[in-house]
């Protein structure tokens, strides 16, 4: 048996390990079913910033992985949840979609134009133009509590590269010299948290699984939980060797680890 079925929680990002944007990986599809069957506490995560939990369960359902809504974790919903928890009353101008807007307003939160806005909450849009771009430097520039989804700087769409979160952390960045003041998605420990709220159980007693060694291997060091890299998606066994970081386990898929 391998040592990490001992762990009663697996901490399991989506893109790469379970599916590729709209495709399923069959291969983790399947060790993710075994694990629940097995009765461990599964909770999914991911650092897109444009889904919601709702958006992502279909896809999971989709895949053929029936599971509720409190076994997902979206980069929205944990940007949601930590702003609800910080100041329930934040005023928020979003340069998000859709997905990030329904989690926001999901967690009671206001969202506003940029004028009123106390928060800024930086997400990807697939459909920014200037004008948004001009509000979001506005309320960077009045000092205003400044959130990012996540810090990924390129997404890995079906058809090539595809300009992430970064993007437009990247050209705040360049036109005001702010960084974030809160980055929520992976490596963070802000949603690791979350994730491990939502699975009741302490760091030791959790896996975290994901493709990438910089974002999720990188997640679980920084919330002491054992790691484990499969190959199905970003990672290949030659960036094992270069990293600084070392996964604790490696295998080619999540089902591997039967
Ligand atoms: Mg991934």
């Not at 810090?151 to 974030?180: C, Q, V």
């Amino acid at each position: 048996m391998h040592p990490l079925l001992k762990k009663k929680g697996f901490i399991i990002d989506i893109d790469g390990v379970i599916g590729r944007s709209v495709e399923p990986i069959e291969e983790g599809v399947r060790g993710a079913k075994r694990l629940i069957e097995m009765g461990k506490r599964v909770v999914f995560v991911s650092n897109n910033s444009t889904r919601s939990r709702r958006i992502l369960l279909e896809r999971l359902k989709s895949f053929g992985l029936e599971v509720d809504e409190s076994c997902i974790v979206s980069a929205t919903h944990a940007t949601a949840s930590f702003i609800a928890k910080e100041n329930p009353e934040a005023r928020i101008f979003t340069t998000g979609e859709e997905g990030l807007k329904e989690e926001l307003a999901n967690a009671g939160l206001k969202i506003v134009d940029y004028e009123e806005a106390n928060y800024l909450v930086v997400g990807s849009n697939r459909k920014i133009d200037y004008d948004l771009m001009t509000k979001a430097l506005r309320c960077c520039l009045r000092g205003v509590r400044y959130i990012a989804t996540n810090p990924d700087k390129i997404f890995p769409s079906e058809n090539g590269p595809t300009p992430g979160t970064g993007m437009i952390i990247g050209a705040l960045y360049w036109m005001t010299g702010r960084l974030p003041d809160v980055i929520v998605g992976k490596p963070s420990k802000v949603i690791m948290l979350e994730a491990l709220e939502k699975l009741n159980l302490r760091p030791e007693d959790v896996v975290v699984v994901g493709d990438q060694i910089e974002v999720d291997v990188l997640a679980g060091k920084n919330i002491g939980a054992e790691t484990l890299l499969v190959l199905t998606g970003v990672a290949k066994e030659k960036d094992i060797e270069r990293a600084e970081i070392k996964p604790d386990y490696v295998l080619p898929s999540l089902n591997s680890i039967f």
